[in-house]
């Protein structure tokens, strides 16, 4: 995040503890106490794995116990620490902050029940899949009325963007459905292909020299358009893995398990990772006929989906981590519908060929097809890996949505301290058996055990910047703060952070924290015009360690209002863990 010479990060020399009696409402949030705390964040690493628990028709199957689970990671059990059953967590209801206050809390941005949101994506999607998903979600809405549900409307383009905030109104969720307006995927060819470089040269004669000519400019034009696929290509995969981390950073902060309906053309790459585990077998066990088969057809030499995990492997597996830290499971809904593999061919230039035995038809429409089963392969990857459920083949694409919000009644929240303590980055697979009849479990299959936090060539200040574009908070890491006038062109921000969302390392006794607190200013436009930052980078004694999570940890900031100044943007960094939180809000409320 750029910023101004004079805005240097402050190292704080002290906190305030205590709260003055004209702010008692900033205080600490509590955890409900029938739900096990699970957001305290120290040197115990905690995995939580949601899994979905249904019998063969499909309904979901209640009363189990955590004595009904094994879990094991590697092919070793592991004691299970945490044991939420369906509906016992999430019972906050929404609770607006006090006039005058920011509030990125779970209860002041989270909906009172499990985290449903849809994302409409534009990035991956063609313009007429786009409008079919809308015209879907529309009939979806109106038939809403006595669902209950509440859902956050998203949309994909050149980043994620917030339609909607989570609302269980049909009419709002309708409203914010007919505020998307399909559009041309982003950084699609446009340019015209560059002609020929061969001047016109009446020497040149015949069809020989002519066909000559004529495949020179083909060949130009095919190299041309392949450099702009491959850069559209390129663009929509950083696209799409910076909107995986922003879910995780929106969502991350709230109870329990998210479901993200993530409704697409396609996806350009898996989640997958290169050095799992297991075998072929194994790997077809838990996906049905994409083992071997998986290899050769969806993950093959030049795939577009094992292509772009190769380029970007560190940036989809940072991805993935996010996405499993933040309990996240992925449904993506295909929004080719029910089809044949002959669709779009009419206007094809084969088309219109002499060919009298459609040879070139019939090819063209096995490639199509071919590339569609790819596609959803990819789909139902990516599904797999976070424990959602892919939705293909399928003209009623708002079934599938009422398919993954029912899932939310049949998920178990299980949580373990892995006995394997060696945090070495490395792919570690999970698995869960329920001992309870024949029925169908489903769960994320590993995780990345990575150290927390940044790697050393990463930059945090541009995590923070990308986090605040967004128009939602972040929640990972949870604070209030208020803003108050102190001298003309002036404002005092004031931070109170819920430190059980900061981690907190041993040091001799003490407790040691790392946090990068940051108040920005920006104009109508969107643009950061002023930011100030303060850091806190110190160890407490056990007694004063003890009163920041009872009452926070309170950190105040002074700073001049810009002109044209009238949007105040609040962010707040765990050093340690990369964890952020951000809340926006009119300037001067």
């Given at each position: 995040m750029s910023r101004n010479p004079s805005f240097r990060t402050v190292i704080i020399l002290s906190l305030i503890i205590n709260i003055s009696p004209g702010s008692t409402f900033l205080s600490a949030q509590g955890t409900p106490g029938d739900v096990p705390s699970i957001t305290i964040r120290t040197n115990t690493r905690l995995v939580i794995v949601d899994v979905v628990v249904k019998d063969k028709k499909g309904q979901p199957v209640p009363g189990l116990k955590a004595d009904d689970f094994t879990l094991e990671e590697g092919g070793k059990k592991q004691k299970i620490s945490v044991f939420i059953p369906p509906g016992v967590a999430k019972k906050l209801a929404p609770a607006p902050p006090p006039s005058g206050v920011f509030s990125n809390h779970p209860e002041s941005v989270g909906p009172a029940g499990s985290p449903l949101v849809l994302v409409l994506d534009a990035t991956n999607s063609l313009f007429t899949q786009q409008a079919y998903a809308r015209a879907s979600m529309l009939n979806y809405a109106a038939n809403q009325s006595q669902s209950g549900h509440s859902m956050a409307v998203l949309a994909l383009t050149d980043r994620l963007h917030v339609l909607q905030d989570f609302t269980s109104d049909p009419t709002t969720?309708?409203?914010?459905?007919?505020?998307?307006?399909?559009?041309?995927?982003?950084?699609?060819?446009?340019?015209?292909?560059?002609?020929?470089?061969?001047s016109p040269d009446s020497s040149v004669r015949g069809q020989a020299a002519l066909a000559n000519a004529l495949a020179s400019a083909q060949a130009e034009i095919a190299a041309f358009n392949n450099l702009q696929i491959g850069h559209e290509i390129e663009r929509r995969t950083l696209i799409t893995i910076e909107a995986m981390r922003s879910l995780a950073r929106m969502l991350g902060g709230l109870q329990g398990r998210k479901t993200v309906v993530w409704l697409t053309g396609t996806l350009p790459f898996d989640l997958i990772p290169e050095d799992r585990p297991m075998s072929d077998a194994e790997l077809d066990a838990v996906l049905p006929g994409q083992g071997s088969a998986r290899s050769a057809a969806v993950n093959g030499g030049g795939a577009q989906a094992s292509e772009q995990r190769s380029l970007y492997a560190k940036e989809i597996r940072d991805a993935e981590s996010q996405l499993a830290s933040a309990n996240i499971a992925i449904y993506p809904v295909d929004l080719h519908g029910l089809v044949g593999g002959a669709e779009n061919l009419a206007t094809a230039s084969f088309a219109h060929s002499n060919d009298i035995n459609n040879a070139s038809l019939a090819n063209a429409a096995l490639g199509q097809s071919s590339v569609l089963v790819n596609s959803q392969g990819t789909l139902k990857e990516i599904a797999a890996e976070t424990g959602g459920k892919a939705y293909t083949n399928q003209n009623e694409i708002q079934q599938g949505v009422a398919l993954a919000a029912a899932d939310e009644t049949a998920s178990y929240e299980l949580g373990y301290y892995p006995e394997n303590k060696k945090w070495d980055g490395k792919y570690r697979n999970i698995k869960v058996k329920v001992a309870h009849g024949d029925t169908e479990v489903r769960y994320r299959k590993g995780y990345f055990a990575n150290e927390p936090?940044?790697?050393?060539?990463?930059?945090?200040?541009?995590?923070?910047?990308?986090?605040?574009?967004?128009?939602?908070?972040?929640?990972?890491?949870?604070?209030?703060?208020?803003?108050?006038?102190?001298?003309?062109?002036?404002?005092?921000?004031?931070?109170?952070?819920?430190?059980?969302?900061?981690s907190a390392e041993d040091a001799g006794g003490s407790k040691k924290m790392n946090v990068s607190i940051y108040a920005s200013v920006y104009d109508p436009s969107g643009?950061?015009?002023?930011?100030?930052?303060?850091?806190?980078?110190?160890?407490?004694?056990?007694?004063?360690?003890?009163?920041?999570?009872?009452?926070?940890?309170?950190?105040?900031?002074?700073?001049?209002?810009?002109?044209?100044?009238?949007?105040?943007?609040?962010?707040?960094?765990?050093?340690?863990?990369?964890?952020?939180?951000?809340?926006?809000?009119?300037?001067?409320?």
């Open positions: 969720l309708a409203t914010a459905l007919k505020n998307f307006r399909p559009q041309e995927p982003i950084l699609r060819p446009a340019a015209a292909p560059p002609g020929s470089t061969m936090g940044p790697t050393k060539d990463h930059n945090p200040e541009q995590d923070v910047a990308s986090a605040l574009q967004v128009n939602a908070p972040a929640t990972q890491v949870s604070f209030m703060a208020q803003a108050k006038a102190t001298d003309p062109g002036k404002i005092r921000v004031v931070f109170l952070v819920d430190a059980h969302t900061l643009k950061n015009i002023g930011t100030r930052s303060i850091k806190v980078d110190r160890a407490f004694d056990a007694v004063t360690y003890q009163q920041i999570l009872d009452k926070g940890m309170m950190v105040p900031i002074d700073m001049d209002v810009p002109v044209g100044g009238k949007e105040l943007r609040l962010a707040v960094l765990d050093n340690k863990t990369g964890l952020i939180g951000t809340v926006t809000g009119p300037l001067g409320q």
